[in-house]
């Protein structure tokens, strides 16, 4: 009985210390990881409240979810929504399957043959690649603006263009991206195909292309993000408001302070991220594979 109740004791003061020793290496970080999950939730609590405000402006919307009303969703039928929502979709979807073409061509390329200027061609993609595309665009403007009056639909305000800029500034970061993830692809598979017969073509459609389907859907999932948010250079080249994207659209309807469409900026905004959410949870199981294994070596 004794031995029992000296046992007990022994626990009762071994759980403190033990409580202590818990918060110290792990309690803290669930501490940390509200507060990071509050600060990420709150905007998106917020914009789906206003885009359910029937009032339509941010002072009316300071309280959480005070008036709901599909009002703000319905009016979106009379504006040019739906039209910059499929403009955004068709450049997105291009640039992205345009990118991973591009890129994985490039990429094949780099890791599978030895050519004159290999090396210098790697260096000059890796120093490219470190320039900000800000410096562009004037270049980019000027450029399209020659090229329009020979080939209009690659010119100013042609979504076309605007799909081929996005291509050659992502061309860079994707062919990097994608050599590394290239090379750690065994060569003995090219060779044994080879033996059997087998030429380039096939070897990177059937053999290679399967292999590397991870950094693909990075590639593609962050080319098609990119084209679907950006704004500037959309806003430079894009001149009429029927060949306008989502961003730049969007932009026009909280421009102006004293005429702000604030309920109807956070309906659209709501509407405009579920093709991108989508997207991201369709491919989520290849993003971390494809990230860590496309480091660059070799």
Not at 81 to 110: E, K, P, Q
Not at 189 to 200: F, M, P, Q, R, V
Request: net charge positive; aromatic share 12%.
């Amino acid at each position: 009985m004794s031995t029992a109740t000296q046992a007990l004791t022994t626990t009762g003061a071994r759980a403190p210390q033990r409580r202590e020793r818990w918060w110290r290496e792990i309690g803290w970080r669930y501490v940390v990881a509200v507060f990071v999950l509050a600060y990420a939730v709150f905007p998106l609590l917020y914009i789906v409240s206003a885009s359910l405000n029937p009032r339509g402006s941010l002072a009316g919307s300071s309280a959480l979810f005070s008036a709901i009303s599909g009002d703000n969703y319905a009016a979106l039928g009379g504006t040019h929504f739906w039209t910059w929502m499929g403009n955004t979709l068709l450049i997105g979807g291009a640039a992205s399957v345009g990118a991973v073409l591009m890129g994985a061509s490039a990429a094949y390329s780099f890791s599978r043959f030895r050519f004159v200027g290999r090396r210098a061609g790697l260096t000059s993609l890796l120093v490219i690649q470190m320039f900000p595309q800000t410096v562009a665009f004037v270049a980019v403007f000027l450029m399209l603006l020659t090229l329009g009056e020979v080939v209009p639909a690659l010119g100013i305000n042609s979504k076309l263009a605007l799909i081929c800029v996005y291509l050659g500034g992502a061309l860079g970061a994707n062919t990097f991206l994608m050599y590394g993830f290239f090379n750690s692809i065994p060569i003995e598979l090219d060779e044994s195909a080879k033996i059997d017969g087998a030429t380039h073509a096939q070897i990177f459609w059937r053999i290679v292309m399967p292999l590397v389907t991870p950094v693909l859907a990075v590639v593609a999932l962050l080319a098609f993000i990119s084209a679907f948010g950006d704004f500037v250079l959309a806003k430079i080249l894009l001149t009429s408001e029927e060949n306008w994207t989502l961003a730049v659209g969007m932009y026009q309807w909280v421009s102006n302070q004293l005429t702000s469409r604030w309920g109807l900026f956070a309906a659209g905004s709501v509407l405009a991220a579920l093709p991108v959410l989508v997207l991201f949870l369709a491919l989520q199981r290849y993003i971390v594979g494809g990230l860590t294994a496309g480091s660059v070596k070799g």
